[in-house]
């Protein structure tokens, strides 16, 4: 089955740096990949996705890139803020959005005023 | 966008006691729900794919008399954990899959006392 890898586990930056995480997947069937946020105690909120006949999205301050030939895909935060910080999840799944996903272990991310 | 609503945000229960959650796509249509878990600084665990009007699928290791989960309608998924134990303590996450994607719920913190 899929295995999906996230890293750093944790990363702090200074407000205004950028963040990026990094993720890799196993199945190489797998053609969907969204990336969620998620604050204490709330569920996880789509922020970006991307798929697998695209190489890059970008959405304001966030940007998401894929290579298929490697089978990595990283998000990218641009001048970030102190409510950037929230545990980030990448995830990885196959079909039309797929039936369900499996999720990297998460990124817990701290910017430092 | 879409919206899923989940009830209760948090729930203390004695040991042996039963507890439902509930999992409500607030405007659209959801014939499969899936449901989650997630231990503290953990990933999200799938638990089981809920199916409207047939019986769900249940991820290995899950015991599926012990989580029982009910697709009533289109927009109303429940999960009863039964006699609940100390070990049951969680985060209990649902999803739904809309046009959009897949939305998730604001969880369910669960403690068995």
């Known amino acids: 089955g899929e295995n999906v890898e996230q890293h750093p586990s944790t990363l702090s930056v200074q407000e205004g740096d950028s963040a990026v995480i990094k993720c890799t997947y196993s199945?190489?069937?797998?053609?969907?990949f969204p990336w969620y946020k998620q604050e204490l105690g709330k569920g996880p909120q789509l922020i970006i996705d991307i798929r697998s006949n695209v190489g890059e999205k970008k959405d304001q301050r966030i940007a998401v890139t894929l290579n298929k030939t490697a089978k990595h895909f990283s998000l990218h935060i641009t001048e970030t803020q102190p409510e950037d910080s929230a545990v980030y999840f990448c995830?990885?799944?196959?079909?039309?959005?797929?039936?369900?996903?499996?999720f990297g272990p998460g990124t817990r991310l701290s910017v430092l005023p | 966008g879409a919206v899923v609503s989940q009830h209760p945000s948090r729930v203390i229960c004695k040991s042996g006691t039963s507890v439902k959650i509930e999992c409500r796509s607030l405007?659209?249509?959801?014939?499969?729900m899936f449901w989650y878990r997630q231990f503290p600084k953990q990933s999200l665990m799938l638990m089981a794919t809920?199916?409207?009007?047939?019986?769900?699928?249940?991820e290995q290791g899950v015991e599926k008399d012990k989580f029982l989960i009910n697709h009533a309608s289109l927009t109303l998924s429940t999960l009863t954990v039964t006699s609940a134990h100390p070990e049951d303590s969680s985060f209990y996450i649902c999803?739904?899959?809309?046009?959009?994607?897949?939305?998730f719920g604001s969880g369910t913190r669960l403690t068995v006392v």
């Open positions: 999803s739904a899959k809309s046009d959009g994607g897949y939305t």
């Open positions: 199945d190489s069937a797998s053609n969907y």
């Open positions: 405007d659209f249509q959801a014939t499969t």
């Open positions: 995830a990885a799944s196959t079909g039309n959005y797929g039936q369900n996903f499996v």
């Open positions: 809920s199916n409207e009007g047939s019986k769900a699928t249940y």
